[in-house]
């Protein structure tokens, strides 16, 4: 079993800072990419950031610049530092990780965390 859970989302106003975190925990072999994504309600959820083993970053366009994807390949954890937030940042943020099971490969997703920006 592999599980993802994330923490640190919340409410902020508009100019204000928020990192959400998540680690995975369970039986795998390892973790090629890990990646934020956000899904408003009725809509698809999208890509906010991704990070690979090696570090190499990809962001959406729409965050570029404000945000930033970490992770610590050591304790399985990835994190989002988001700065210069605005309304259009509210959003169910989950995380994701594709990982290495048993010659497979899949993504695990986390359960989701509420990020409300206030104006």
């Known amino acids: 079993q592999v599980h993802l859970v994330e923490s640190g989302g919340g409410l902020v106003q508009a100019g204000g800072s928020l990192t959400v975190s998540c680690i995975v925990s369970?039986?795998?072999?390892?973790?090629?990419?890990m990646g934020w994504y956000r899904q408003d309600p009725g809509k698809q959820r999208d890509l906010v950031a991704k990070?690979?083993?090696?570090?190499?970053?990809t962001y959406a366009d729409s965050v570029k610049g404000r945000f930033t994807i970490s992770r610590d390949n050591a304790r399985n954890t990835v994190d989002l530092q988001m700065n210069s937030l605005i309304p259009e940042d509210t959003s169910v943020y989950y995380c994701?990780?594709?990982?290495?099971?048993?010659?497979?490969?899949?993504?695990?997703w986390g359960q989701g965390t509420q990020v409300t920006v206030s104006t």
């Open positions: 994701a990780a594709y990982i290495s099971l048993g010659g497979r490969w899949d993504t695990y």
């Open positions: 369970g039986r795998f072999d390892g973790i090629i990419a």
């Open positions: 990070i690979t083993a090696s570090d190499k970053t």
